[in-house]
Nanobody, 121 residues
Framework: QLQASGGGLVQPGGSLRLSCAAS????????IGWFRQAPGKEREGVLC????????YYTDSVKGRFTISRDNAKNTLSLQMNSLKPEDTAVYYC????????????????WGKGTLVTVSS
């Protein structure tokens, strides 16, 4: 299971930290990432990280603003979001991708439930 939390309403320019608690599989052996789906748009990969933590993927729109981290000892994944913009408004999902490379993150094998992030004044 993947349980995301930490969503909410934040003003533009603000920060938010999402967490994902994993259970039921060997977290340390799995790539994992954050995806999001904005109203009326397709779901997209935001930030993904390989099992070793050595490879990460991020979509250009969050470069320099979002940071992904994983704690294999605690089976948790985090997403630190800074300088939030209204266009970051979306449901954010924690998921297990099949492929993580520096320029791609896809082939999701398992989706967790999402958490809503709303960026608005």
């Amino acid at each position: 299971q993947l349980q995301a939390s930490g969503g909410g309403l934040v003003q533009p320019g603000g920060s938010l930290r999402l967490s994902c608690a994993a259970s039921g599989f060997t977290f340390g052996h799995s790539a994992i990432g954050w995806f999001r789906q904005a109203p009326g748009k397709e779901r997209e990969g935001v930030l993904c990280i390989a099992s070793s933590g050595g490879t990460t993927y991020y979509t250009d729109s969050v470069k320099g603003r979002f940071t992904i981290s994983r704690d294999n000892a605690k089976n948790t994944l985090s997403l630190q979001m800074n300088s939030l913009k209204p266009e970051d408004t979306a449901v954010y999902y924690c998921a297990i991708p099949g492929v993580v490379a520096t320029n791609a993150c896809y082939g999701v094998r398992y989706w967790g439930k999402g958490t809503l992030v709303t960026v608005s004044s």
